[in-house]
Every structure is written in C-alpha cells, then in structure tokens.
C-alpha cells in the first residue's frame, strides 16, 4: 500500500511503541521487508495532495462508467417493431377475410360472423364448385362423343324427324340433367325452356349447346332447391319433368 506523509504520522500515532520514531529511513541497514508495517514512502513532491480523510484510488479501483439505458432502449425500439408489425398482419388478414366474403353466396354467410365460419363454408363451396366443373366436363365429353358417332353414320333424316324435339331428363351429380334436341333452323328456343324450367322452381346450374348433324343439341344442368318445387319436396320425379318440358317443346314448335 502507499500511504502519503499525513497518513504515516497518523499510523506513527496509532503505534508508540515502534522504532519507527528512530527514523529507520535513515539507517543503512533498513530494508523495507525488515519494516514491521510494510510501509512504502512516497516523497513528497510526487505524491499528490490527499486530505486525511481521503484514500488513494487506484486505476484499477475506479468505477467503470456504463450506459445503463442502451439495452432497455434497444428493447424498447424491438417492442415497437414488433408492434407494427403485428399491427399491419392483422390488417392484411381483415383486408383478406373481407375479399373472402365478397366471392361467397350470401346464402352460405347469413348470420355467420366469425372467420372460422366463413372458411368452413369457403371449404364447402369449392367442393362444391368442383363437382359442378367435373360434371360438366363430363357432359362436354359425352356430347362431343355423341357428335363423333353421328358424323361417321350415314346421314338419313327425313323432313318430319328433323323438325321433331326430343327432351331427356336424367339424374346428375347435381341434380337432374335435361337434354333437348332440336332443329337448328326453325327449332326450340333455348331461352323460352330455361325461362319454364325457372318458373318452376329449379336454379340453373349450367347450360352447353352444341350443333350435331345440322341440329342443335341442349344440355341443361339444374340444381333441386331444398325449398318446395311446385309444391313437393326436392325429390322431383325425373320423368315428370321430362314429360312437361317434351309437351311444351312439342306444343310450342
């Protein structure tokens, strides 16, 4: 340790009985090992001046300053990031459910609120467009092939058939499927039969047309309404409608 001149006379105070009163500095044979305090003189005009009450700092000793506000700043601006990127997730997802209830029916939403909702029913109506799609690519292909195998018969109509209409309803994965073919020239309005099949009660799901032979081949898809059709229940009979639709074709024509 080193101690300034004020402090070794107040050490010489504590200790009377010690020779350091003797000026032990003064002695040849003094060794500073030999001195029973281990004292360590500073001259005078290299130390510094130290009240009595003052200990010598060491550099070693003395406080390290920190910037203390550098972390909690750093957390501060991450907790904001954060924030704002939260902030415009949850815009784009309400920016997302509302295009989202924009594509579906009404029917499929009515007093459906929550999110979980609207998907569910997303979910069931891409299923069911689906099988609309497969259904009429089904429909598409039997045509084409009935057109194929017309064209390779050989061509025998007479005048009376080619004026004839004829209406065929089946089942489908819809609903009912009704074929109707007709002259090209002088034939069935295809407006006129869609206009009937509404009034009485049945949605028009799809309708393709293709001319076969120099007639015009209709297929209509249509989807039962779980609501009453004239009266019954959506379990129409397929031959009734094909009755009624064959009598008003035939009728019109």
């Known amino acids: ?9 107040d050490l010489l105070e504590m ?3 010690t020779n350091l009163y003797d000026n032990p500095f003064l002695q040849e044979n003094y060794s500073l090992e030999n001195d029973p305090l281990h004292l360590h003189f500073i001259p005078p005009q290299n130390s510094p001046s130290i009240l009595p009450d003052q200990q010598p700092i060491h550099i070693s000793q003395a406080p390290k300053l920190k910037d203390d506000n550098r972390p909690n700043k750093a957390c ?3 907790k904001i990031s954060h924030r704002d990127t939260e ?11 509302r ?27 891409i299923k069911q467009l689906q099988n609309r799609i497969e259904n009429i690519s089904n ?36 609903g009912m499927e009704v074929s109707i073919n007709t002259a090209s020239v002088g034939g069935v309005n295809l407006s ?5 099949v509404n009034k009485e009660g049945y949605n028009i799901v799809a309708c393709i047309s293709a001319k076969v032979d120099g007639r015009l081949l209709h297929t209509i898809d249509i989807e039962v309404m779980q609501d009453m059709v004239r009266g019954r229940k959506s379990g129409t009979d397929p031959n009734e409608l094909q009755e009624m639709l064959a009598n008003y074709c ?3 024509h």
Request: glycine share 4%.
């Open 192 to 196: 006129r039969v869609l206009n009937v």
């Open 87 to 97: 902030r415009q997730r949850r815009k784009e997802m309400a920016c997302l459910y």
């Open 1 to 9: 340790m080193d101690y300034s001149f004020d402090q070794i006379n």
């Open 76 to 78: 501060k601006m991450k």
């Open 99 to 125: 295009n989202l209830r924009s594509l579906l029916p009404v029917e499929r939403i009515k007093g459906k609120r929550s999110a979980s909702d609207h998907i569910h029913e997303t979910t069931g109506y």
């Open 15 to 17: 200790f009377p009985d």
């Open 139 to 174: 429909t598409r292909d039997r045509l084409n092939q009935q057109a194929n195998s017309r064209s390779s018969s050989p061509r025998t109509v007479e005048t009376q058939s080619c004026s004839f209409t004829s209406v065929k309803v089946r089942g489908s994965t819809v």
């Open 250 to 252: 035939n009728w019109w």
